[in-house]
């Protein structure tokens, strides 16, 4: 396979295989796509440590989401996604002033859809870079669009699902329009449209390289304690595979590095110590797991007050789909609770009565991923991370 050019096919294979936990796979992923990730993070992001720091990110993100992959859709498309949108969190994230605004030269309007998507720009960020007496950003980006299908007798509202997949939304637009696309679906579908659309300028990048010791820091996330050389493997064992955590193969370095991993794993994991039960009726608890993977979520019911609440230990990737809590007593069909954010947060939802007190004799969590807009009166989409609920 041709490291620089990645097929589709090959592509949707390394992620199928990494979704089942195939170590190889995903190093064979980054070899391959590797070098169009990091194009794309440089371009946003212009510094070559950031832009291999935003590729780190992103792999080790498709190692733990594999699964989340639409094999329907573009396997190189998404991970290019995946990888803008880290990079322009990153570089939005940078203290006022530190952001550049001129690493290329100025744009004309043929140009300007493809700088504004491949460097993640929002209009106040476009402004300067748009040749004297060009006019005002959000004009010239709507000229640009004019060719492209949009609806310009919808005014503002025709522009929204293109400007929000070129990224030229700032924090406070964006949030209202994923506020509206969970209840919108003709603008979920718009978006999801629009992203495909621009998903060509990818294209136009030339593939880099990442810098060297990227890869190393995704190994060491992934495996925090390695195996010795395999000259101390004891003679018996010698060509069959060893397992990262055989003990004897362990030296006193990687004792203490593992150590450390499961003090930290401790730590994050425990929970604190419910306060005592009002009125009899019990706390519980349970960790929610996902089909492979460390747990996502925590959650613990307290039944005296009617309430759940959930942890969320990371990001889900969602996809413009929503998150959605259920509760499952025995052989009976979930009932719905809530819908909970897709960053880590901590999220305390009402349990509707009918349903505290089966719930306080026991019952499962499930947490399913499912398209935006009104809920059914079942789960629609696949279950994420589940979890049985028992005495704290």
């Known amino acids: 396979m041709d490291v620089l050019s990645p097929d589709s096919e090959t592509l949707t294979d390394l992620l199928g295989r990494i979704a089942r936990a195939d170590e190889g796979a995903l190093r064979r992923l980054y070899d ?33 989401h594999a699964d989340q992959f639409d094999a329907s859709g573009d396997p190189l498309a998404w991970l290019c996604s995946l990888t803008r949108e880290r990079a322009i969190r990153r570089r939005r994230s940078r203290p006022a002033g530190e952001t550049d605004v001129d690493v290329v030269a100025e ?103 990442p810098p060297t010791g990227v890869w190393g820091r995704i190994d060491r996330r992934i495996n925090p304690v390695k195996a010795p050389a395999a000259t101390v493997v004891p003679p ?3 060509g069959q595979a060893r397992p990262d955590w055989r003990p004897w193969v362990l030296g006193a370095a990687g004792l203490i590095a593992l150590c450390a991993v499961v003090g930290a794993a401790l730590l994050i994991l425990r929970q604190p110590k419910p306060a005592a039960p009002v009125g009899g009726r019990p706390m519980l ?84 991923l499912e398209p935006a807009g009104p809920p059914g009166d079942a789960p629609a989409g696949a279950v994420v991370a589940s979890g049985a609920l028992a005495a704290a």
């Open 107 to 209: 744009v004309g309007s043929d140009e300007v859809l493809q700088t504004v998507f491949l460097e993640g720009l929002t209009f106040l960020e476009l402004a300067p870079r748009l040749p004297a007496g060009g006019g005002p950003a959000k004009l010239a980006v709507r000229r640009a669009l004019a060719g492209l299908g949009v609806d310009e007798a919808a005014g503002d509202d025709g522009y929204l699902a293109p400007e929000y997949a070129l990224g030229l939304l700032d924090a406070a637009q964006r949030k209202a329009a994923n506020a509206r696309m969970l209840t919108d679906l003709a603008l979920a579908e718009a978006v999801r449209g629009w992203n495909r659309q621009f998903e060509p300028f990818f294209d136009l990048l030339a593939p880099q390289r």
């Open 236 to 238: 018996h064992l010698a």
């Open 32 to 64: 391959a796509a590797g070098p169009r990730l990091y194009a794309v993070a440089l371009r946003v992001l212009g510094d070559p440590k950031d832009a291999g720091e935003a590729v780190e990110q992103t792999i080790l993100t498709v190692w733990r």
């Open 285 to 368: 608890a349970g960790r929610l797991m996902p089909p492979k993977g460390d747990p996502l979520f925590l959650a613990t019911l307290d039944a005296a007050r009617g309430e759940i609440v959930v942890v969320q230990s990371r990001e889900v990737l969602t996809g413009g789909q929503v998150l959605r809590l259920w509760l499952k007593d025995g052989e009976g069909a979930p009932t719905l609770v809530g819908q909970l954010p897709p960053m880590g947060q901590s999220t305390r939802l009402r349990l509707p009565r009918e349903i505290v007190d089966d719930a306080a004799a026991g019952g499962e969590v499930l947490v399913t």
